[in-house]
């Protein structure tokens, strides 16, 4: 993990590696970083259209950062992010261990940072060595930011836990490893979490849940998730569900596709960024009450694997005709969500790796979204899906979309036509929600087969960051 402190501008280490991020009409004020000459220098390598300038002397390095400006604050604000990334990567390939960002504008200096730190992520658990160089980031401003500091190391290291989780192989992480895992994160950061084993979730008659893992060979777990402070500004739980599934292989309807299951192990990543969003919201001891649901399994192709033509009951009572054991994630989350009711919720949030057609309609660059929410709760989640740029679009859930997903045999079938698959797959989870809620299909962006911007190859912790900030700002409402 990048370890992340305050530092005082004028305690700064000119011989170790600063970033001094620019703004204008301010390189005069910064004698102590800068001599009248090299002042000089970098106004007019700006005029030339250069956006970032490096001073290497025997008694200093300094990479200063032109002014950045965008359409929006937002925008803005992301490309510094961007910007941040592309520094880290120079940082490490120089093998640099330590460096100061400095600038006097903190919202400029924060995201700058978070860029870095997020892109400075590698998972090297089963590597001999492949560390980043890059170990200590010092941010450096006119004002005392210490708790905004603790707090961003916080929500960074809430990032790089789900990406772990995303990244770790089926053969570690089963259902019941990522119970322990979520226990073990619990006990840290100081959340309470309770493991129900598979006789518990048949006694519950989550028949999604049971159906979904009758052809792995390890059992299914279903973890509850709880942060209760003393303090919460709300008595109604917010409840947020991640999918669980540890591994896809689309059971007996194979994947067909060449590559298509390379990267499966992702299919947990709702789960992933559930974890990771109670780790930050429960260290940081955010006011607000919140539950989470995991429902975990593997999806494996065994001979008692569900088939096509099955008709399964799930734990609300509703029958299930399985036309495609592919679209096993709307199964397990319609049990948790049905679960969900007996806390009689403010609001009902589930992340999940749902369907291709959310990939295929708005790329990585943005996450569909759809629910039963009221108009405020979806602005401010938009809101917040700009601000750390874990953009949002809505789809609709109009009651046509009910004749995709009505069974001949039974209440529902598991899927519709190959038209609107994201829709269809939200519209059947509205079959077991009874309150407030919201469904994010993120299956675009929670993993990268290759680096992008701050993103590294692997798990994102795509939800992470929007959860976090979305619940923060629920309290300062």
Known sequence: MTSIQFLNPHKVDLSKVVVYISTEGELEENTFFFNPEEIIFIKKQFKLGVTIVELSTTEKTIII?????????????????????????????????????????????????????????????????????????????????????????????????????????????????????????????????????????????????????????????????????????????IILVGKGVVYDTGGLSLKPTEHSMDMMKCDMAGAGAVVGAFYAVAKNKLPIYIIGLIPATENRPDGNAITPGDIITMHNGKTVEILNTDAEGRLILADALSYAKKYDPELVIDLATLTGSAVRAVGKEAIVYMGTADINTKVALEKTGMEVFERLVEFPLWDDYDEHIQSDIADLKNIGSS??????????????????????????????????????????GLGVRLLYNFLKNKINM
């Open 65 to 237: 950062i032109a002014r950045i400006e965008s359409t929006t604050p937002h925008d803005t604000l992301e490309k510094y992010r961007r910007c941040g990334a592309s520094i880290c990567a120079r940082l490490n390939l120089l093998k640099k261990k330590e460096v100061t960002i400095y600038s006097t504008v903190v919202n400029v200096l924060m995201a700058f940072s978070e860029g870095l730190i997020l892109s400075n992520y590698k998972f090297s658990k089963y590597k001999a060595s492949n560390e980043n160089s890059l170990l200590q980031v010092s941010l450096s401003t006119e004002n005392n930011i210490t708790n905004e500091i603790n707090e961003l190391s916080i929500l960074m290291d809430a990032v790089a836990k789900t990406r772990d989780l995303v990244n770790e192989p089926v053969l570690y992480l089963t259902a019941e490893q990522l119970s322990e895992e979520i226990t073990k994160l619990g006990n840290e950061a100081g959340f309470k979490t309770e493991v129900f084993n598979k006789s518990k979730i048949q006694s519950l008659k989550m028949g999604g849940l049971i159906a979904v893992n009758t052809g792995s060979p390890n059992p299914p777990t279903f973890t509850i998730l709880e942060y209760k402070p003393a303090d919460a500004i709300n008595k109604k739980p």
């Open 419 to 460: 038209d609107a698959g994201a829709i269809t797959a939200g519209k059947f989870l509205q079959h077991f929600t009874t309150y407030p809620w919201l469904h994010l299909d993120i299956a675009a962006g929670a993993f990268m087969t290759s680096p992008f911007h701050y993103w590294p190859k692997g798990g994102t």
